[in-house]
C-alpha cells in the first residue's frame, strides 16, 4: 500500500483565501484523522471521522475550518478565509480501529501570508 | 480521560551514549502505549507499541520500551545513540473501550552529538 497520502505538500496563499487540504488514507482503514501541528502547540487533533462520519470536531478552532469525507478513500480540510495563524503543518492520519495504531501522512505545510 | 506526560522537552546526549525518554500516562483502563518518531519534514512513524502480553516491547531501529503498570510508565530506551537518531518522539496512550482514539504527549526532541 502507498500510504496515506495528502496534497499538497505545500501551500503559500494570501490572507482570506481559501486553502483545501487533501488526503486519502489507507484502504480499509475506518478511521481517519486530521492534526495541525505547530511549534507553539505541539501536535493537535482537530477532527476524526468513523466510516465517513465525523465523529469529534471539538477541536476545530473555530468556523472557519470545516472537513468532509464524502467516501471512504477521500477527505478534505477547508479553510474559509485563511489567516496568518493558521500557518502549521496539516497531518492526515487513518486506522484500522479508533484505539489503534495510526499511520501518518507526510503532512501539508501551509504558510498564509 | 487518558493523559500523557513526556518530562523533558529536549534530551541530549553523546553519540554511543544511552538513550532513555521518559513517558507517564493516566488511563482508567487497560492503555494501549505507542511511542512514534518524527524526522524532520516528515510525518509521524510508530516506533513500537504495547497493547496486551509482554510488557517489554521491541521496535525499530533498536529502541525498546517496558510497560509499568505500578509506575504507570512507558519509557523509552535504545542502548547506544546514533547520529541517525536525532528527531523528535511522541508518546501516546488509548484505551480498549469504545471510541478512545490516541492521545499524544507533547514530544521530546533528541539531540545527538558526535
Known amino acids: 500500500d502507498a500510504g496515506v497520502i495528502q496534497s499538497p505538500r505545500h501551500e503559500v496563499t494570501e490572507m482570506g483565501q481559501e486553502v483545501t487540504l487533501r488526503c486519502k488514507p489507507i484502504?480499509?482503514?475506518?478511521?481517519l484523522f486530521w492534526y495541525r501541528q505547530t511549534m507553539m502547540r505541539g501536535l493537535e487533533l482537530l477532527i476524526y471521522f468513523n466510516n465517513n462520519v465525523p465523529i469529534d470536531d471539538s477541536g476545530m478552532p473555530e468556523d472557519r475550518f470545516s472537513a468532509k469525507m464524502p467516501n471512504a478513500s477521500f477527505s478534505t480540510l477547508k479553510i474559509q478565509p485563511s489567516e496568518p495563524r493558521d500557518s502549521a503543518v496539516y497531518f492526515c492520519a487513518s486506522s484500522l480501529y479508533s484505539q489503534e495504531t495510526q499511520y501518518f501522512g507526510p503532512g501539508t505545510r501551509l504558510l498564509v501570508l | 480521560a487518558q493523559s500523557v506526560t513526556q518530562l523533558g522537552s529536549h534530551v541530549s546526549v553523546s553519540e554511543g551514549a544511552l538513550v532513555l525518554l521518559r513517558c507517564n500516562y493516566s488511563?482508567?483502563?487497560?492503555?494501549?502505549l505507542f511511542w512514534y518518531v518524527q524526522y524532520p519534514n516528515q510525518g509521524l512513524q510508530l516506533l513500537l507499541k504495547?497493547?496486551?502480553?509482554?510488557?517489554l516491547v521491541k521496535g525499530i531501529n533498536g529502541f525498546e520500551a517496558e510497560f509499568k503498570k505500578s509506575e504507570t510508565s512507558f519509557h523509552l530506551t535504545k542502548p547506544s545513540a546514533h547520529m541517525s537518531d536525532a528527531a523528535e518522539y511522541f508518546c501516546a496512550v488509548s484505551e480498549n473501550s469504545g471510541y478512545s482514539t490516541l492521545t499524544f504527549g507533547k514530544g521530546t526532541m533528541l539531540l545527538v552529538s558526535p
Open positions: 488511563s482508567s483502563v487497560p492503555p494501549y
Open positions: 484502504s480499509g482503514h475506518d478511521y
Open positions: 504495547y497493547t496486551t502480553g509482554a510488557t
